[in-house]
């Protein structure tokens, strides 16, 4: 016992309000764990599409966080947070569009996440897909399907990762797939019909059909094999393809518990229940329930149904985009409602909309829903009877 | 109770919706047996045992008291007297102070180091257990007052269920747990008397599962007694009484309801430790049973202090590695701030702890995760009523919410933004809802 000792290291140990201890997640582990697996999606991004999506990436992440980052100091105050959550929205924005847009529309991506979502709307509509769909009106020469007669977009081959140059790409006849396919010298990359497009075309009746098969056509002609929808090496935007990169971040951030399983989840099986039932075109007629399909023996139904969940862009919104924490919905019962939203519109608009980014629009949709969903999933108080929260506040 | 295979792996389900599994920081320090402080230096010994409960002092400055005699006496029967800590010199009558009273009168007493004590009776059997326990000083932790009125109160209300609450779910403390594995049977035999005087049909002992030990030893311990050992999975705060009887029975108290309208009565085992005391050895309280702990403490344990111990001398007794930058009176989510250098301990103190960071962080906007909703165990919604205080008004619904509220702290330690949520609630409810509802049902912990 030693008396002269303090036992106290100032007046201030004496005061303060429970909780005393406080738990370890704060808004800057949350923020610098999303950042890190859309980093990592981003990485998985560059290698399948080479410097060029780098380069996007680190264009639309300069301008959103400068035009914020310009946003904040006028405000002169302290930024509590928002700059983090700016950052991830610039590296989200660049992981929706494709590697081979010019600079500018990555820019213009970008400003808009910042001016549009972030400061006008202060964040409630996800403001990369505001960004994103913006660009898509803008630039629609470059970046949309509408009026093509033949859809294709570049995809580096297997020995040119990372260091390929997407503008030195060819056209191959037969297409066996990624690993299988290689390109003449000087060409780093190929072309490739997006597999998105594909499934639209085929929604409308435009692949004919051969003889009694009607799914066979699509699977056999115009899709690459569905190893590569996983491995990411299809075109499409840069953080869109790498199924197997946005699933491994995925579950790392459900393991955190910085997003919510029920989302993915909700999502998926909302798109594959809505792509099982909703009805395609086919030879003049409309099938419906095409998951139960089969022709020469091969459930082709359950492949085309398994196309759609991986081949676009609905991945990336079930794990990195619908989960952004601000604009999604408080508990988990509402996240479920929300998923199936997002997975039902997704398909609904893919297979009969004419807008495209139909999952961005989804996610931007059922956003505006967030408030009611919250409204309707809120929790009864213990000991009072359940009709007495109906009214929530 | 039978388990089966699973459970027996798993532990049994949460029985509420909400909670949270905390890290409970208790591996080394409920290892360690509980020890005595014997008194060195003064004892500040308060004379009552809260602000509003008049005793009348029958000591006088000079006296020689010994340990376990009256120091004070009820004037009415609201009241307990409180008694001698050590056997000593009564040198000054002045005020001490308190953690959750503030200034209380009091008596220095300086110890002369002989531990004589009063003899014992062993005659009391023609009194009620409820006079007994008056007469020996016996304080209830949860609602604060003295034994012998809680108990009249809970015959009153004709409760049918006596839960006694042993789950101690909050991170650091190991008081109740250090009973149980040194005392299991006076617990159930305390039980027992304490559930004949109330009359009830059914009396339940409540622990933790995962102390599977425990649990089998308290098992063994009450064959053949009419004491119910409940096993339960604990996540915060299945400690607190309205959150056990939901576990428990079943039973939910309205917002702002006292426990007793349930029929139930729920005592934390502190109490009923301290009611074996006068019960089976006519003792009367005299010592705390204290968890001081926190990493800026040396030899961190379960030790029993005598009452009016001041907290200073308590830190330098278990010695303190590094100058605390907080000091936590009760546990790390519902304890109070000690608010005064000089605070003693009082008989229902139950930890002092001592942490060598502050764990303050700058609070910045709420970014909507919903932790809060999703942990809450009563289900309310602390972000909008974290609104109100900027709000005039304030609607039926939101009312009842803040009626509800049972103060556990945990909406504020998830949230990460670091809002003030819980403590904002707290000071919105005495805004809106009037004062604390009444002292049984929803108050601190």
Redo the contacts between chains.
């Keep these: 016992m030693t008396p002269d000792v303090p036992w106290l290291a100032s007046e201030s140990a004496l005061r303060g309000d429970a909780p005393h201890r406080r738990g370890v997640s704060t808004h800057r582990h949350i923020l610098r764990t999303w950042i890190a697996a859309a980093s990592v999606v981003g990485l998985a991004g560059c290698a399948l599409f080479g410097v060029d999506a780098l380069r996007v990436i680190l264009v639309s992440l300069v301008f959103t966080f400068g035009v914020d980052l310009m946003f904040v100091m006028s405000l002169r105050r302290a930024s509590s947070g928002r700059l983090s959550r700016t950052f991830l929205i610039g590296i989200l924005a660049g992981l929706t569009l494709p590697a081979d847009v010019d600079w500018h529309v990555a820019a213009t991506c970008g400003t808009v996440s910042a001016v549009v979502g972030n400061v006008i709307f202060g964040g409630w509509l996800h403001p990369a897909l505001i960004g994103r769909v913006f660009v898509q009106f803008l630039f629609w020469q470059k970046l949309s399907f509408a009026g093509a007669s033949i859809a294709l977009g570049p995809v580096l081959t297997a020995a040119n990762l990372f260091v390929g140059d997407l503008d030195q790409s060819v056209r191959v006849e037969h297409y066996e797939g990624w690993l299988e396919t290689t390109v003449p010298a000087p060409a780093d990359a190929f072309e490739l019909t997006p597999p998105l497009w594909s499934l639209r075309q085929f929604a409308q009746g435009q692949v004919p059909v051969d003889g009694n098969f009607r799914f066979e056509p699509l699977l056999r002609d115009e899709m690459p094999p569905w190893i590569d929808t996983l491995i990411g090496a299809v075109p499409g935007g840069i953080g869109e393809t790498s199924t197997l990169s946005i699933v491994i971040v995925g579950f790392f951030l459900i393991y955190r518990g910085y997003l919510k399983w029920q989302l993915p989840v909700a999502v998926l099986s909302a798109a594959f229940v809505a792509a099982s039932i909703l009805p395609v075109e086919s030879g003049g007629d409309y099938v419906w329930f095409p998951v139960f399909a089969a022709e020469g023996g091969r459930a082709v139904g359950l492949a085309y149904v398994l196309y759609h969940l991986t081949a676009g862009q609905l991945m990336l919104g079930a794990f990195l985009l619908a989960g952004d924490v601000v604009s999604s919905p408080m508990r988990a019962h509402g996240h479920v409602v929300f998923g199936i939203g997002i997975g039902v519109l997704t398909i609904f608009m893919r297979l009969y909309g004419v807008l495209e980014c139909e999952c961005y629009w989804a996610i931007l949709i059922m956003n505006v829903f967030v408030g009611t969903i919250d409204r309707f999933t809120s929790r009864r108080v213990l000991g009072t009877a359940p009709s007495e929260d109906a009214v929530a506040a | 109770m039978k388990h089966s295979i699973l459970t027996h792996l798993l532990g049994p389900r949460s029985a509420?919706?909400g909670g949270l599994y905390l890290p409970d920081r208790k591996a080394g320090l409920a290892r360690r047996p509980i020890q005595t402080f014997h008194a060195e230096g003064p004892l500040h010994v308060p004379l009552t045992v809260r602000r509003d409960l008049l005793t009348e002092t029958i000591v006088r400055v000079g006296d020689r008291v010994v340990l376990g005699q009256a120091l004070s006496r009820a004037t009415n029967d609201q009241s307990v007297g409180v008694h001698a800590p050590a056997s000593g010199v009564i040198t000054k009558i002045e005020r001490v102070w308190t953690v959750e009273d503030g200034f209380l009168p009091g008596a220095i007493l300086a110890p002369d180091g002989s531990n004589e004590r009063m003899p014992q009776h062993q005659g009391w059997d023609d009194e009620s257990i409820i006079v007994q326990l008056a007469e020996c000083g016996v304080v209830c932790d949860i609602p604060r007052a003295p034994l012998h009125v809680v108990m009249r109160e809970a015959i009153a209300a004709g409760v049918t269920d006596l839960i006694v609450n042993a789950m101690e779910t909050e991170?650091y403390l190991t008081a109740d747990l250090r009973t149980l594995v040194e005392f299991p049977g006076r617990m159930i035999d305390a039980t027992c008397e304490l559930a004949d005087a109330l009359g009830v049909s059914r009396a339940i002992l409540a622990v933790p599962f995962r102390h599977r030990r425990v649990v089998r030893r308290l098992q063994s311990e009450a064959a053949g007694r009419y004491v119910e050992i409940v096993a339960l999975s604990n996540p915060y705060p299945q400690c607190h009484p309205?959150m056990l009887l939901?576990a428990v029975l079943d039973r939910?108290?309205?917002?702002g309801?006292s426990i007793l309208s349930e029929d139930a009565v729920v005592l934390p085992l502190s109490t009923v430790r301290r009611a074996s005391d006068a019960l089976l050895s006519d003792l009367p309280t005299t010592h705390a049973l204290m968890t001081i702990a926190g990493d800026a403490v040396e030899h961190a344990g379960t030790y029993r202090v005598p009452i009016g111990t001041p907290m200073?001398r308590l830190?330098?007794?278990v010695g303190?590695a590094?100058?605390?930058?907080?000091?936590?009176y009760g546990g790390?989510?519902?304890?109070?701030?000690?608010?005064?250098?000089d605070a003693v301990v009082t008989p229902d103190s139950k930890a002092l702890?001592?942490?060598a960071k502050?764990?303050?962080?700058?609070p910045?906007?709420c970014?909507?995760?919903?932790w809060c909703?999703?942990d809450?165990?009563?289900?309310?919604?602390p972000p909008?009523l974290m609104r109100l205080e900027s709000e005039m008004v304030c609607?039926d619904?939101?009312r009842?919410?803040l009626k509800?509220c049972i103060?556990c702290?945990?909406c504020?330690?998830?949230?990460?933004?670091?809002l003030?949520l819980?403590?904002t609630i707290i000071r919105n409810r005495i805004r809106f809802a009037g004062p604390e509802p009444s002292t049984e049902g929803g108050t601190r912990h």
């Excluded at chain 2, 809450?376 to 919604?381: A, E, Y």
Aim: charged letters at 20%; a negative charge.
């Design positions: 509420f919706d991170p309205v939901k939910e108290v309205a917002p309801a200073s830190a330098r007794r303190v590094v100058p605390a930058a907080q000091a936590v790390p989510l519902t304890g109070s701030a000690l608010g005064y250098d702890l001592l942490f502050a764990d303050a962080a700058r910045v906007p970014v909507r995760c919903g909703i999703e809450c165990p009563v289900g309310i919604d909008s609607t619904q939101k009842i919410a509800a103060e702290g945990l504020s330690h998830v949230c990460p933004s670091r003030p819980s403590e």
